[in-house]
Each structure stands twice: as structure tokens, then as C-alpha cells.
């Protein structure tokens, strides 16, 4: 029988964004408010994401769909490569995420997709500091991880390149 090694992570949920603190409470409703401004006529599904900088400065960024779909970029990685273009040298602290469908209300917290994990461990890993993720559905619970590398343990990195 091969070695194993097991892997797990500890996700934190509140009840609702109420029991969050005024800071999250802020940078989720920033992601709430992009999120109705997503441009989604294909799948009806609206993202936000707001970045807290460590200067305090909040990005935002709503998913944006095309009808060739690989086109498209979700609000996380919109969000996050406009944070590194506009202010490269600031370090990532938290991001907030919700998400739901324009005719169904998702209420399970939705975490980032496959691909925004991996650019958001890219950024985390460059800045050798964790980035704090807390994600939700249109309303109530709220799961929070302390790190981006716990929803993404076996991260791929750039030291696979050299």
C-alpha cells in the first residue's frame, strides 16, 4: 500500500454577516453592491468580490460574462488583477465574495471557483502572507477561511517552473 497523507482545513462560519466584524460587514456589502452590476446573460449567476489592501484601499469586481465563454472572467480574478495592476506593491489582507443567481437565490455561502483559487494562491504566495476569504450566497451564513491555501492545499506554484 502507497504512503497517504491527509489533508484538512478548518472553515469558520457565522450565522449571518451581522455576526462579522463592522470591517467585513463593510467589504461584504461592497461585494453585494458589484454584484448586482455583474454582467451575466449566458448563466444568470452574479458574482462580487471586494479586496481589502493593507493600505485600506477596497477593490471591487463583478463577473463578466462573453458569449465565447472562456472569455469571461469572474469577479474574483477581475477584482484581484486589477488590485495587482493598480497597486502592485500592496499586500492583499481579505477578500469577500457573494454569490447568486438572478432567478435563484443561493443561500449556501459559494466559494471561489477552481480558477480563481489558483489566481488567488498565486497572489498570496507572492506576498508570502496569507489572504483571509469569506464568501456567502446572496444572504445569510458566511464561511471564512484564514487562508486562501486551505480551500486549495496542493497549490500549484511558481517553483514547479524552475
Same mark, same amino acid.
Given at each position: 500500500?502507497?504512503?497517504?497523507? &491527509?489533508?484538512? *482545513?478548518?472553515?469558520?462560519?457565522?450565522?449571518?454577516?451581522? &455576526?462579522?466584524?463592522?470591517?467585513?460587514?463593510?467589504?461584504?456589502? +461592497?461585494?453585494?453592491?458589484?454584484?448586482?452590476?455583474? #454582467?451575466?446573460?449566458?448563466?444568470?449567476?452574479? =458574482?462580487?468580490?471586494?479586496?481589502?489592501?493593507?493600505?485600506?484601499?477596497?477593490?471591487?469586481? /463583478?463577473?463578466?460574462?462573453?458569449?465565447? #465563454?472562456?472569455?469571461?472572467?469572474?469577479?474574483? +480574478? *477581475?477584482?484581484?488583477?486589477?488590485?495587482?495592476?493598480?497597486?502592485?506593491?500592496?499586500?492583499?489582507? *481579505?477578500?469577500?465574495?457573494?454569490?447568486? @443567481?438572478? #432567478?435563484?437565490?443561493? $443561500?449556501?455561502? =459559494?466559494?471561489?471557483?477552481?480558477?480563481?483559487?489558483?489566481?488567488?494562491?498565486?497572489?498570496?504566495?507572492?506576498?508570502?502572507?496569507?489572504?483571509?476569504?469569506?464568501?456567502? @450566497? &446572496?444572504? @445569510? +451564513? =458566511? &464561511?471564512?477561511?484564514?487562508?486562501?491555501?486551505?480551500? $486549495?492545499? $496542493?497549490?500549484? /506554484?511558481?517553483?514547479?517552473?524552475?
Amino acid at each position: 500500500m502507497p504512503n497517504s497523507t &491527509k489533508i484538512s *482545513t478548518t472553515v469558520f462560519e457565522f450565522e449571518d454577516i451581522a &455576526k462579522c466584524s463592522s470591517e467585513i460587514q463593510e467589504l461584504m456589502s +461592497r461585494a453585494v453592491s458589484i454584484r448586482d452590476k455583474a #454582467y451575466t446573460p449566458y448563466s444568470q449567476f452574479q =458574482v462580487g468580490a471586494a479586496i481589502l489592501l493593507e493600505n485600506g484601499e477596497i477593490i471591487t469586481g /463583478s463577473n463578466q460574462e462573453n458569449a465565447s #465563454y472562456p472569455s469571461g472572467l469572474c469577479a474574483e +480574478r *477581475t477584482a484581484i488583477f486589477y488590485a495587482g495592476a493598480q497597486y502592485p506593491n500592496q499586500k492583499i489582507k *481579505t477578500i469577500a465574495i457573494t454569490a447568486s @443567481g438572478i #432567478y435563484k437565490d443561493n $443561500l449556501e455561502p =459559494v466559494p471561489p471557483c477552481g480558477a480563481c483559487r489558483q489566481a488567488i494562491a498565486e497572489y498570496e504566495q507572492k506576498q508570502k502572507s496569507p489572504i483571509v476569504v469569506y464568501f456567502m @450566497g &446572496k444572504t @445569510g +451564513r =458566511v &464561511k471564512m477561511v484564514e487562508s486562501l491555501l486551505s480551500l $486549495l492545499p $496542493l497549490a500549484f /506554484s511558481e517553483d514547479y517552473l524552475k
